[in-house]
């Protein structure tokens, strides 16, 4: 008599490490799961980006980005094409690295770096990025946090990132993910972005929640400013230059011009017909402040009465000279002035 156990599915299994539960089933993405089970289950056989790709119905650069995540996770090695289990590897490595006589040192990265943008320490490696996050329970905790924020999956790339942002640049978990949601918000979520603006909080010493919402309410006024004043100089949608933005945060938030005041410098800058219209607007309203003339009424009286003087000046004159425009100030002397403003 013959016995036969049927198991059903069960009946054909595959091995699966025992790491991508205890580390990294949190730690990756569902894409790069889907990889290495699919490579697990194909073991032995020749497969292809294109035709992993079909099968999974992904793009074949997520399939890569999926075998370098393993590959640095050490769960794979690599040979050219040749992928293979990496667990041998790994144990001699751990032999040698951690003897048994010593006790085990945890690998940190050296906090103690100079505020400079010239010196940034440099991202740290994926493979490195990878070990450390998923040994270390706080890491994995920030990942998960910045994946939901993101609202989508880590690259190993992002991994860098935020090991980078904790533990170089020393960014709590907190500020970090308000970074990280503002800019979620602001629809720029790509990496490079992401660590510009890390880089740029790190310089401004930025590491509390405190300071972050103030530097963030600073960011959000500046952007509410910039787009009025898009609407009020009739600027359409091209961006505002560094410097014109600096002229800008002088007008509205050292000199406190109301948006009638700009408009009415817009106004004469026009009928000037000058070209370079925010450098000539942007003296007229130094010589404004400078003068205390903060309304339009204020500006107004001021004209009147230097118009009337110039016109006692002209009939003293045996042969009186016309001038340019009758304006507050004459073009050349407007033109003149523009030569002290750099990078006009």
């Given amino acids: 008599m013959r016995y036969h156990l049927s198991l059903g599915a069960w009946d054909r299994v595959f091995a699966v490490p025992s790491d991508l539960v205890d580390k990294h089933i949190i730690l990756a993405s569902g894409s790069q799961i889907k990889v290495l089970l699919y490579f697990l289950r194909h073991a032995g056989e020749n497969l292809e980006e294109q035709a992993i790709a079909k099968a999974l119905k992904m793009k074949p650069e997520t399939v890569q980005e999926g075998l370098e995540y393993w590959v640095a996770a050490r769960l794979l090695d690599r040979a050219g094409a040749l992928y293979h289990p ?26 103690a770096v100079s505020r400079n943008k010239h010196t940034l320490p440099p991202l740290p490696g994926q493979e490195e990025a990878v070990r450390r996050i998923a040994s270390d329970k706080d890491l994995q905790n920030c990942c998960q946090q910045t994946e939901k924020i993101l609202s989508r999956p880590l690259t190993p790339t992002d991994l860098r990132l935020i090991l980078w942002c904790r533990e170089m640049l020393s960014l709590p978990e907190d500020v970090l993910c308000l970074l990280f949601y503002y800019y979620r918000r602001l629809g720029k979520t790509d990496t490079a972005i992401l660590k510009e603006a890390a880089a740029d909080w790190w310089e401004r010493e930025i590491n509390t929640y405190a300071a972050a919402e103030g530097y963030l309410s600073e960011l959000e006024r500046s952007r509410e400013t910039e787009a009025r004043m898009k609407k009020l100089l009739e600027w359409g949608e091209k961006s505002f230059t560094q ?86 100030y004459a073009l050349s002397d407007i033109e003149s002035m523009l030569d002290d403003i750099p990078g006009k």
């Fill in 86 to 111: 990496a667990e041998e590897m790994q144990k001699v490595e751990e032999t040698v690295t951690s003897p048994v006589s010593q006790p085990a040192v945890p690998n940190r990265m050296p906090l």
């Fill in 243 to 328: 410097k014109q933005k600096e002229m800008i945060h002088l007008w509205t938030e050292v000199w406190k011009f109301s948006d009638g005041v700009i408009l009415l410098a817009l106004q004469k800058a026009k009928d000037a017909e000058v070209k370079i219209l925010l450098p000539y607007m942007h003296k007229m309203l130094q010589n404004w402040y400078e003068r205390k003339l903060f309304t339009p009424e204020a500006i107004e009286a001021a004209d009147n009465t230097f118009r009337a003087e110039k016109e006692k000046a002209v009939r003293r004159k045996a042969t009186p000279k016309e001038t340019k425009k009758n304006t507050s």
